[in-house]
């Protein structure tokens, strides 16, 4: 698995907790710890790039209360993670708008990506007030005119526009839980060729097995990009 670049957008925290009598930002306390496992379990597979999509663009529109949750379950998780990701040479790296990020965020986004900049191990971007349309129209406005643009040159400028400091290149293998089967605005340049696979579970019930389960799903695949191989004897 390795040189494999795997995105996953965990849906389903809050329909976890609700099936349990239980507020949605318990969900979200549950999620975090299914992160840490799945985060884990991608460093021992040997998985290069794991994109976690951990709060959307159209997720600013979601009740006050539970935006300002995730906002400060995102930071915590950054405060108390990085010494881990750092003892296991994980680099870690938010990509998606800061503008809209209060200062303290982005303070603790700063300090992750500086002590993990060294690391070399898996690469683990978090996707944070993210919209591919957005970086995707923002890339082709920065391109302008430009007569020799061509795909590598597109993926650089989308970079930019990411906030991406390592070049995370195409998506192999897309995950979604929640029993749902849409991309959500996530990645969708990158996963032009993904392999797709979605999960009935919540994402506080995948954990390692359900991304291991993922991982074999990808193995037992045909990856063509379109082409098609050669016949015997032709």
């Known amino acids: 698995m390795h040189n494999l670049h795997v995105a996953i957008i965990m849906d389903g925290n809050g329909r976890w907790a609700q099936r349990r009598g239980l507020p949605r930002t318990a969900g979200h306390l549950e999620g975090a710890k299914a992160v840490n496992e799945v985060v884990e379990a991608a460093a021992r597979a ?8 951990a709060f959307s663009a159209d997720n600013w529109g979601r009740p006050s209360a539970e935006v300002a949750a995730l906002m400060r379950l995102l930071r915590r998780y950054l405060m108390t993670e990085t010494g881990r990701c750092i003892e296991q040479s994980i680099r870690i790296n938010i990509i998606g708008r800061r503008d809209r990020l209060s200062v303290a965020l982005l303070h603790a986004i700063e300090r992750s990506e500086q002590l993990t900049a060294a690391c070399t191990g898996l690469h683990l971007r978090i996707a944070v007030d993210y919209s591919a349309q957005y970086s995707i129209m923002e890339a082709a406005r920065r391109a302008g005119a430009d007569p020799d643009l061509d795909a590598p040159r597109f993926q650089e400028l989308l970079d930019e526009v990411d906030h ?3 070049p995370a290149g195409a998506v192999d293998l897309l995950i979604r839980t929640g029993a749902e089967k ?15 696979f979605f999960a009935d579970c919540m994402w506080p019930d995948f954990g390692e097995s359900g991304f291991r389960a993922a991982l074999d799903y990808y193995s037992g695949r045909q990856r063509r990009f ?3 191989a050669a016949e015997a004897g032709s």
């Open 164 to 166: 991406s400091a390592v």
């Open 226 to 228: 379109g082409k098609v």
């Open 46 to 53: 040997g998985v290069r790039a794991l994109t976690l999509y």
């Open 182 to 196: 849409r991309l959500s605005d996530f990645l969708l340049w990158q996963c032009a060729y993904a392999e797709l």
